[in-house]
């Protein structure tokens, strides 16, 4: 067919072809500052946060670190707690409270953990402080960007990114110290006499955080945090989100202070919410999965509000439903009993619970015990039948504690140890060899379950801890 066409002198000309790229160019975003209410929440959580994340490994508790997880001893400090690895399921109950935690908070408020507490917002929220301080506000920040590099510029630019790389290494050098004492690692820095481990957490921690929070800032929010992603899942019409008032706001329309205009909304599309996004979005354009829930751009919209001489709230807290006239704001709060978050709070509330309760009744000391397997049963000179066991006893506590030892299950079953009790030091164990002995007529062949009873004779605990003896 195309060829008859090209006979009789029709034209063909072929279908143009578009390229559409995989990845979208970056634009920096250059958040502008703004004060109010939820400014200054996002302020305070980020001191708090430093402050206990800074302070806590200088913190001493009984003439040691008191927060301190010593992977080398496998012992985990905290304050007068001491986890060992069989307490391990205090590990899997932590992680299962702050995976309920977040799914409970997130479908009452959505991302108010991102905007407020999440390390990379905290440490984008400090990198972006120093960038003001040496930098400038935003504009000077984007004309120096645009401008050709000098002396000047050179200078501006090495003394902010100085100070962030020297935060970024003491941040680094914090969180080796809740691995290595941190007065370890004082004493050994005039000499860096670090060892191979501790230097390469200290440096790689420290280069994450200067790559995501000085650089990377808003892409790891939009692209590789895997919350902003499945977030939506837990969100429904009665969570909590914030939002542009569109039958207020629209249409949109400069004007000024106290003047009104007929058939324009309150919003004088200023952009200046936009201005102030640290992930660069619209907030007016709905929900989005970037909105990290900071409520920077309420804080500005309020204050340009104020100026033109109407209400707050054009932007604000909210939920969809409340927002398409479902129910008045004022009964959000009785939202709260859904069953999602029922749910989630029942699921979170037993574990918690659970992990407190056997927190309170854990004994300070733990037994493990072994029968010798090389000699299974020895007949004794005197016709009595042995078993040789060995008893590892941990003591958890701070304070030394004394041990007793008795075993019972066989008629007449007798034990025989060096020693009639043992000290164990605190925080440390003690292995000891003691022997069963039971006459032959009571052991007969087979295994016969007997019990170890391990007293402590200062805080009149007991464990009992079940094992075999072996007669023939």
């Known amino acids: 067919m195309s060829d008859k066409l090209k006979d009789i002198g029709v034209k063909i000309e072929k279908p143009a072809t578009e390229t559409v790229s995989l990845y979208a160019a970056r634009k920096k975003i250059y958040p502008r500052s703004v004060k109010g209410v939820f400014a200054n929440w996002r302020i305070l959580f980020v001191i708090a946060t430093q402050l206990v994340y800074y302070v806590t490994p200088w913190l001493q508790w009984n003439d040691r670190q008191a927060v301190l997880f010593d992977l080398v001893n496998r012992k985990f400090y905290l304050f007068g707690l001491t986890i060992l690895p069989q307490d391990f399921v205090y590990l899997a109950a932590l992680l299962m409270c702050s995976a309920f935690g977040l799914f409970t908070w997130t479908t009452i408020a959505g991302r108010l953990w991102c905007g407020y507490s999440c390390p990379q917002t905290v440490y984008t929220e400090i990198m972006l402080w120093i960038e003001e ?58 000499t860096f006499n670090y060892g191979p481990w501790e230097t390469f957490w200290m440096f790689f921690y420290a280069g994450f955080t200067y790559l995501l929070a000085a650089h990377m800032r808003e892409q790891v929010c939009m692209y590789m945090c895997p919350y902003a992603r499945f977030q939506s899942a837990m969100f429904d ?36 919410c936009v201005q102030v996004c640290p992930t660069g979005i619209d907030i007016r354009n709905g929900l989005q999965y970037e909105c990290i829930g900071c409520a920077a751009c309420i804080d500005a919209c309020d204050e340009v509000m104020v100026k033109i001489g109407s209400p707050k709230g054009l932007i604000r807290y909210t939920t969809e439903a409340a927002l398409e006239g479902k129910y008045p704001e004022s009964a959000i709060a009785s939202r709260l009993k859904r069953p999602r978050v029922v749910m989630y709070s029942l699921v979170l509330a037993v574990i918690f619970i659970a992990a407190i309760t056997s927190l309170a009744m854990r004994k300070p000391f733990k037994v493990d015990i072994i029968r010798d397997r090389a000699s299974l049963v020895r007949e004794t000179d005197d016709g009595m039948l042995e078993n040789t066991y060995s008893l590892r006893i941990m003591n958890v506590s701070e304070q030394a504690q004394t041990f007793r030892i008795k075993v019972e299950g066989l008629d007449g079953i007798k034990l025989v140890s060096e020693k009639p009790a043992y000290r164990v030091e605190g ?41 075999s003896f072996i007669g023939e």
């Not at 969570?239 to 000024?256: Q, V």
């Not at 391990?454 to 009149?460: A, L, M, P, R, V």
């Open 427 to 467: 925080m440390s164990n003690e292995l000891i060899t003691v022997r069963a002995l039971a006459a032959p007529e009571v052991a007969t062949k087979g295994s016969h379950e007997i019990h170890f009873t391990i007293e402590s004779i200062d805080d009149q605990i007991s464990v009992e801890e079940k094992s």
């Open 237 to 272: 019409e009665d969570t909590l989100i914030i939002s542009y008032d569109e039958k207020r706001g629209e249409p949109r329309g400069a004007r000024k202070k106290g003047q009104e205009q007929a058939n324009l909304g309150d919003c004088i599309n200023c952009g200046i």
């Open 133 to 190: 301080k040496i930098e400038g506000d935003r504009n000077k920040r984007m004309k120096l960007d645009k401008e050709p590099w000098s002396l000047r510029k050179l200078g501006i630019k090495s003394t902010s990114h100085g100070i962030m790389i020297l935060f970024s290494l003491w941040t680094g050098f914090t969180l080796v110290g809740y691995f290595t004492p941190i007065h370890d690692l004082i004493a050994a820095m005039p």
